[in-house]
Structure formats: structure tokens, C-alpha cells
């Protein structure tokens, strides 16, 4: 019987992992959820571990060009009625590099008998479960090049909105990085030289003025501490947010916070839905398929929800009745999928519905970029305003004594 290993949580939210016996990654996942277990990830141990371990300690992730230009080229050679080996051939002579390598290790293993969809199971680092799996399907619908098909519209689509959020945090990023530093100089550097002539006036400073003057002080006395602190925040916050406890509670915040958990359920319901919905066109069941799905979703607490929908879509076989009591799919997304149900076109209806919230999400960060421009806009002239202030109340109070 196969063995798999596993990464789990437990009824305390612990995270756990170990090795289990089972005929299947769907049976493996019901035996762990016998045990009381939720899992998150199940992996088939080979015979071929060792390369496995070797693939994860050297295989680095390529370039997402790289990537998508093998899908495609793949796709191409194989519809021309290139045979996969020699397709393969042809590629590893077309890249350089790591890829060369990765190609290379296919090439050999496709010559020993192996399938294509094991040999990229071997790198996990550079081709993710979704692209095994849908490899897998292919092989065995013999449909492989309209499977690399789909796999380069969606690594398109991915990539796309994964430059739109970039693009929207770039800006931000940037002007506040330029802020501080400019604030962080002035206070150093340029306040220290002024603190004598507010200090010996007398009078009670102005409160950004004194604001100011307490900052640069702290700033220019005991900045190591400042620095030593902030470093070891932020490592304790990177550990933190790494444990089983502490990626729950930030994605509980997320799902909490009123702008940010509209942003994340919709990325949930086209991540769930458009890989769902290619899984089952590629001939995937839906129980394997489902527990692929889990597996995508970047928020734990919606994984859970979504895992413990599986068991019931499993069961009773309604599968929009049980996404919509999650209460992640918004109420048309679901008729649409139990419209899909009904009418036999499961598949399409999920792409669909994919589709239209991928559009939705990407007007949203289009939306977010749009504000985000005049609210940086306030943002710095707050700043400034609040500079100007601290420097000119002092002054012109020290002008009024003095005409006095």
C-alpha cells in the first residue's frame, strides 16, 4: 500500500506531520480526518525520495518566463504530433541553466519508463501540485497538449494579477520609504540645531514642536536600541507568523478586516473555482480534485471551511449547497455553480464563474490603485504641514514675545 506523508492540524490548532498508509490522497486524507486530524498537505513518498530531497535542496524556482515559455512551446510541439520524449529533447536543447537541468532530469526519466507527470513531481519547487496534476489528466485522457494549453492561459492570468498588485503596492511603497527617510533626516540632523534657540526661549513649545524635539532625541541618543528593537520585532513577528497559531490568528484578522476580507474571499472563490473547474474538464475526479483545491488556497481558516465542505459534497454529492454554507461564494456565484450541477456542465460553469470574479478582483486593484494616489497625495502634505508647523509655531511665538 502507498505511504504518504502529511502535515496536519490538530483539534488544539497545533500543527502536526507524519506518515500514513492509504490506497489514495483522497483515502489518506479520511483516514487522518478519522483521527481527529484536519490536513493541509499530503505528499506520496517513492522510491525516488532521494531526488526528491535532492530537488528540494537544489532546485531553486525559475523564472516564471522560463516556465511559461516550456508550457507553451510544449503545447505546440506536441499538437504538430511531436512525440513527448523528443519533444522534450528539443526543449532541454532550447534552455540553459537550471531549466536545462530540470529538462535533462525529465528527459532521463521519460527514457526509463517513467510518466511525464512523475518526473515533474520531482521538482516540486519548480512546478506546483496544480501543474502535476493537470499533467497527470493529461497523460491519461491522452489530451496532454490542450491540458498545456489551459495550464499557459492560467499561468497568464496569475502572472497578470500578480503585476497588478505589484504595480499597486510599488508606488505606495516608495513614497513612504522616500518619507521616512526625508522625516528621519530632518529630525536627526537638521532639528538637533534648532532645539537650543526653542529651548532657551523659555516659553512652552507648541505641541508638534515638542512632538519633534522628543522624537529626535530618542532618535539621535538611542538609536541602536531603536534599531536592535525593530530588528528582533520583526523576526519574532516572521517566526511567529510561520507557526500553525500564528498563521491562523493573521488570517482570522484578514477575514476580520472590512476592505481586506472582501479582497481575500473573492481571490478564494477564483482560485477554488477556476482550478476546480480545469481539474474536472482534464478528467480529474471530483474527490482528488477537491483536495487539490484545498490545498491552493493561500487563507488556513478558509481551508478549513472548504475541507470540511468536501466531506459533505462528498456524501451527499450537492457541491453548491455546501460552498455557499461556507459563506466564502456569494449567493449568485452559487446558483451559477448549482445552475452548472443541474444542466451537467459542471466544469464550465466553475471556469465561468472563475472568470467573472478574476475580472471582478482585478477591478478592485485597479480601484485600490486609483485611491491610493490622492490619499498618498493627504498623506504627505499631512507630513509636511505637520513639519512646517513644528518649525514656524516656536518661531513665530518667539516673534510675538520679542515685539512685545
Not at 478528467?283 to 470540511?308: Q, R, T, W
Request: glycine share 6%; with cysteine.
Amino acid at each position: 500500500m502507498p505511504l504518504f506523508s502529511h502535515q496536519s492540524f490538530n483539534k488544539k490548532g497545533e500543527q502536526v506531520s507524519g506518515k500514513i498508509d492509504a490506497t489514495s490522497i483522497a483515502a489518506a486524507k479520511d483516514l487522518l480526518r478519522g483521527q481527529g486530524l484536519m490536513p493541509t498537505k499530503i505528499t506520496p513518498l517513492t522510491e525516488n525520495n532521494e531526488r526528491q530531497w535532492y530537488s528540494f535542496l537544489f532546485d531553486k524556482p525559475i523564472a516564471f518566463k522560463s516556465l511559461l515559455l516550456f508550457t507553451r512551446q510544449l503545447s505546440v510541439l506536441l499538437r504538430s504530433g511531436v512525440p513527448l520524449l523528443q519533444a522534450i529533447e528539443l526543449l532541454t536543447e532550447q534552455f540553459d541553466g537550471q531549466m536545462q537541468r530540470i529538462l535533462t532530469s525529465i528527459k532521463d526519466g521519460l527514457k526509463s519508463g517513467e510518466s511525464f507527470a512523475s518526473e515533474l513531481a520531482k521538482h516540486p519547487r519548480v512546478f506546483s501540485n496544480i501543474y502535476i496534476q493537470l499533467a497527470r489528466a493529461g497523460e491519461a485522457s491522452g489530451k496532454l497538449e490542450l491540458i498545456l494549453d489551459r495550464l499557459t492561459v492560467y499561468l497568464e492570468r496569475s502572472e497578470e494579477q500578480k503585476k497588478r498588485i505589484k504595480s499597486a503596492m510599488t508606488q505606495p511603497i516608495i513614497l513612504l520609504s522616500v518619507t521616512a527617510l526625508v522625516v528621519i533626516g530632518f529630525i536627526m540632523f537638521i532639528l538637533p540645531s534648532m532645539t537650543d534657540m526653542f529651548t532657551k526661549s523659555g516659553q512652552a513649545l507648541p505641541g508638534p514642536t515638542q512632538l519633534m524635539m522628543d522624537a529626535s532625541y530618542l532618535l539621535t541618543n538611542h538609536y541602536i536600541k531603536i534599531v536592535c528593537g525593530l530588528a528582533l520585532l520583526i523576526t519574532t513577528f516572521s517566526y511567529w507568523k510561520q507557526t500553525a497559531s500564528g498563521r491562523l490568528k493573521i488570517d482570522t484578522f484578514l477575514l476580520n478586516a472590512p476592505l481586506i476580507s472582501y479582497f481575500v474571499k473573492t481571490k478564494a472563490v477564483v482560485q477554488f473555482s477556476k482550478t476546480l473547474g480545469m481539474l474536472l474538464e482534464s478528467g480529474v475526479h471530483l474527490p482528488e480534485a477537491l483536495d487539490i483545491v484545498s490545498n491552493i488556497i493561500d487563507n488556513k481558516v478558509l481551508v478549513h471551511k472548504l475541507s470540511a465542505a468536501r466531506d459533505k459534497i462528498i456524501k451527499e454529492g450537492k457541491i453548491a449547497k455546501h460552498l455557499k454554507e461556507t459563506g466564502i461564494f456569494p449567493s449568485i456565484a452559487s446558483y451559477m455553480i448549482s445552475t452548472g450541477e443541474q444542466s451537467g456542465r459542471l466544469a464550465q460553469m466553475l471556469t465561468t464563474v472563475g472568470n467573472d470574479y478574476d475580472d471582478e478582483l482585478n477591478e478592485i486593484i485597479d480601484g485600490l490603485t486609483a485611491a491610493i494616489n490622492p490619499i498618498m497625495t493627504i498623506l504627505l502634505a499631512g507630513i509636511v504641514v505637520f513639519i512646517v508647523l513644528s518649525i514656524f509655531l516656536p518661531i513665530m511665538q518667539m516673534g510675538d514675545i520679542a515685539g512685545i
